[in-house]
C-alpha cells in the first residue's frame, strides 16, 4: 500500500461516508464530494469535485455507481455529475467502484462482486432482517418458530442470529451437505421440497420462487414473511395479499440498518484489491 | 380450574387483547370492552361492559388498572369508565389487576407483582432494547463493544441475546456471585464500580445513578446509551446531552414491541394464579 | 492486600498445587509443602513444614482441611501432619481452609462456603459432566436428547453447554420463575412433578430423590443417567440397575477433571476474603 | 426405496452395529455377521456369513473394507474372510463400502466419499476434539484461549461447539470469505499466515504443517495442542516434544467417541445412495 494515500469519495448514500471517515481514522488522507443534502459529515469537510481530483491518489464511487448509465448515483448531492466528464478528469487514477460499468477504462476495480464483501454484508443484511422481524411481528422472536429459507450465506449468518434470539429454528436447503451443517447446529433441517409445519415468521433467501400460494397457505397462515432475495424475489406477494399474510420485500437492508459498517465493508474490500493488486 | 369458565377483559392496550385472544383460544369463554379505537379486534367481538359483567366469571383489568386513581386505564377506549361504578358492578367475582388499587376489595388478585411475571417480561423487554439499538445505531450490533450494567432478570436475558447477535459482550454487576455467572458466559466481567474502556452500545438496567457525566465521558463517547431502569433511570440525560452523546430513555418495551408475548404472559400470570388460589 | 505477600499451601491435591502456581505467577512468595509423591511440581519447589511457616505470612489449607478430624488432608503426601499440631505452629496467623473445622480458632477463614466460590465451580462441575457423557455415551452430545433437573448454579451453566455442543436441551425445574428463565434461553422448559418424555442422557442436579424406578423406566430406557447431586444424590441406582440403565455418580468434578481451574477458583476466594477483611 | 428390503452388514467395528440397529428399528430386515468379540449385539442376532447372503437384499461394508487388500476389515470378528470369496458369493447384490476398493465390480457403491457423509462426520469428529481437549488439558475449555486452524467442515462444526462451552475462540483461515464468516460469528479472525499470541488449547484441523517448530514456540509454549489433520497432520510433533508442549495427533474420532451416531451417518448415506440411485 505504498502509492495510494489518499482517497476522493465521490457521490454515494451514507455507506461512502463512513468509508471514507474510517479511512481517515486510519491516517489516510480524504477528500469527500456529493454529500451536500446529508444531516451530518461525520466531522469532515466537503470538498468542490477539482479538490478532491487534485489531490486524492485514487477515486471510490459508491455502489451502483450510476443509475441511469450516464450521471453519477449521488442521492445526497444537490448537483449533477455526468460519468464520462467524471471520467476524464480521474484520468489514469485508480477508480473502485460497485459494479461494472457500461465502459471501459483502465485501472478501474470493483469491489461490490468480491466474494469477501458478499459474506461481510450478509450481516448487515442479516440484522435488517431481524430488525424487521421485530418492527413488524406482535410477538417476540424468542421462542417464535422461524423458517429460513436457504442456507448460503444470509441463511447462515441470519440462522445463527435468531438462534441467538432465543427462537425455535427451522431451516431449509436442498443440497445434503447444507442440511448436515443445518442439523449440526441443533436446528431443524428441512429439505426445501418437502416445506411443512406452521411458523410465526418466514424468512426466504431464495431467489427463485418459493413460496407460492400453495406454500404459503401451509405453512404461513397468521405468519410474517420477510423476503430477502433480490428481485423477483422468492415469495407469491399477491396470494400473501389475498391470503391476508403480511408479506415484506426486504432489500438493499446493509445502507439502510447500518451506513456504518457497511462502510467499513468497502474500505476493507478497496484495501483488499490494493494488497492483491500491488497499487 | 373448575369454576373460571369465562373471562371479561375489560380496557388497557393491545396486550389485554392479545390475552383475550389467546385464552379464548384456550377454550374459554372470552368477553371484551373498552377497544373501540384499536385498528384491530383479532376476530373477537366487542360486547357492552353489561353483557360482559354477566357473562363473564371472573374479571381482567389493565396494568396499570388506573392512572389517576379514579378512571379505569382504556386509552383504546372513547368512553370513561369510573373505578368505584366498575367495581361496583362486578361485585364478588375474582379480578385479576396489575397492580395494587388505592382501595381494598375482596377477591382481587394482582399478577403484576409476581417473580414469573417479571421474568417473563424480561423478554420482550430485552427484545425492545435490541430493537433500540439497530434501530439507533448506524453499525450492526453484530461485532459491537456492548457493555450491559446489572445482572438482574433483563441484564441476563439481554446479554445472551447480544452475544447470539455475534456483539463483543461486556456485562457489569456489583455482586461476586454475578460476576462469576458472568465469567462462566464467557463474557467480560467488570465491577461496576470499576467500568472502564469504550463501547459502542450501552444498556443500563440499574436504577440508580451509574452513568453520570465522568463515566459517561470515560466509556461512552460515540456511543449509544439506552437506559432501561425505570424513572429517574441511571443516566444523566442532560450530561449526555451536554456531551453529545445519543442517550434514550426506553420505556415500557413489552406492550410497545411484542403485545402479543406480553398478552401471552398476563394470561399465564392469570392461570397460576388461579392454580395457586384454587379458584 | 498490604499485609500478606507470602503464602504457605499445605496438603491438598493438584488444585492447592496449582493455586500456589497461580499465586506465584501474581508476584506472591508462595512455600509449598505435602506433595511429594504428585507427578509434578509446576516448576516450583517443595519446602518442609518448617521453612513454610517460617516464612508465609498466611496458610492455606485443602478443602476437606481433613478427612477423619485428626490429620490433614494431605493424600499427596507421603507424611501425616496431625491438624492440632500444625495449628500450634501457625500460631496467630490468618489460615483459608475450605470448610468448617472441629475446634475454634482466631484468624480463621472459610473459603469454601462462599456464594462466588459455588457459582465458580459449577463450570467445571458442568464441563466434568459433559466429559462424563461423552465418555459414557455411544452417540454424540450434539442431537441428543438432554434432560437437566434443576435449574440452580450447576443446571443453568450445563444447560448452556449443552446447548452450545447442539443437543436438543430440557430443564425441569419447580419454581415459575426458573421455567420462565429456561424459556427465555429457547430450552424446553417442564414442571420436574411432570417429567415426561424419553431422554438419551439425563444430568440430575437437585438432591432428593427425582428420579426413582417409575421415572426411570418412563424418561430413561437406553439412556445415560448422570447424577452430579451430592450423596445421596437424586437418581435410584438400584433401580437403574434393575432397569439395565447406565447410571453414574460423579462427584467432586471439579478437582478430578479441571484442578488448575479449580486451583484459581480457590485462588480468586482467597483474594475476595483478604479484600473483605481487609487482611 | 422399492426393491430393497434388507441388509447384510458384514465386519467392521461397533459403527456397523449401530447402523445395523438403526436399519432394524427403521424396518428393515437385518442380518449381521464378524461381530463375535464385541461385547454387545445391540439386541440383535449374529448369522453365519451364508445365512447373511442367502436373506439380504444389500449388502454393507466397512469403512475401510479392507486393510491388506486381501481380507475384510473385521476386527471384532475372530474369523477371517477373504475379500475375493466374499465377493464371489455376494454375485450381483448391490453392495455398499466406505470406500474405492483395489478392484472393479458392478452395483458397488462407496458411502465414506459422500459429501453430505463428511459434514455428518465433522460433528464427532468435534465432540472428539472437544472430549480429548477436556480429558488432557488441567483447566476448563470454558474460558480458556483456543485456536481453531482452519475453517472447513471441522473448524466450522468445532468452533461453534468451544464457544458454545465459553471458550474465547480465534480461528484462523486463509481465504477472506472464511474470515469474514469468523468475524460474522464473533470469533477472532486471523489470517493463518499471521498466527500470533499465546493460546491454552490449539486445534488443527489443515492437513499441511502449520504448526513447526516456530510457530508452537511463538502460540503454544504451555499450550496442549491436538492435530486433527489427517496423517501426516500440521503440526511438527518432535519440536513439540523438544519444547515440552504436549501433542495429540487424534485420528478416526468418530468411531471411537461415538460409534451409535456414526452409524446412523453410514446408514444416512446408504439411505441417500438408494434414493440417487433408485435401488
Do not use: W
Not at 457521490?11 to 480524504?30: E, F, H, I, P
Not at 467502484?97 to 469477501?116: A, D, H, Q, V, W
Amino acid at each position: 500500500m505504498t502509492n495510494i494515500n489518499s482517497f476522493g469519495i465521490i457521490g454515494g448514500d451514507k455507506r461512502q461516508l463512513y468509508c471514507a471517515k474510517s479511512m481517515a481514522d486510519d491516517g489516510y488522507g480524504v477528500y469527500i464530494c456529493g454529500f451536500e443534502k446529508c444531516d451530518t459529515l461525520l466531522g469532515m469537510e466537503l470538498s468542490d469535485i477539482d479538490t478532491v481530483l487534485e489531490n486524492a491518489d485514487a477515486v471510490i464511487l459508491p455502489l451502483p455507481a450510476t443509475k441511469d448509465g450516464i450521471t453519477l448515483n449521488a442521492p445526497l448531492s444537490d448537483k449533477v455529475i455526468e460519468l464520462d466528464k467524471l471520467f476524464e478528469m480521474i484520468q489514469d487514477k485508480p477508480v473502485f467502484c460497485g459494479m461494472s460499468l457500461p465502459f471501459e477504462k483502465k485501472n478501474i476495480f470493483y469491489y461490490g462482486t468480491r466474494e469477501e464483501f458478499a459474506v461481510a454484508n450478509a450481516v448487515p443484511t442479516s440484522e435488517g432482517a431481524v430488525e424487521t422481524a421485530m418492527l413488524e411481528y406482535d410477538g417476540t422472536v424468542n421462542n417464535s418458530k422461524c423458517l429460513v429459507a436457504g442456507y448460503g450465506r444470509i441463511g447462515r449468518v441470519l440462522s445463527d442470529m435468531l438462534a441467538g434470539l432465543g427462537a425455535d429454528v427451522t431451516v431449509c436447503a436442498r443440497s445434503l451437505k447444507d442440511l448436515e451443517f443445518i442439523k449440526a447446529k441443533g436446528f431443524h433441517a428441512v429439505n426445501t421440497n418437502d416445506i411443512h409445519g406452521k411458523y410465526d415468521i418466514i424468512f426466504n433467501t431464495v431467489p427463485y420462487m418459493i413460496f407460492n400460494a400453495h406454500i404459503l397457505a401451509k405453512t404461513a397462515l397468521n405468519a410474517l414473511v420477510i423476503d430477502l432475495a433480490s428481485m423477483p424475489g422468492g415469495v407469491d406477494f399477491s396470494a400473501a395479499k389475498r391470503l391476508n399474510i403480511k408479506a415484506v420485500h426486504a432489500l438493499s437492508l446493509p445502507g439502510k440498518v447500518a451506513p456504518k459498517s457497511s462502510g467499513i465493508i468497502i474500505k476493507n474490500a478497496v484495501y483488499n484489491i490494493i494488497r492483491e493488486e500491488h497499487l
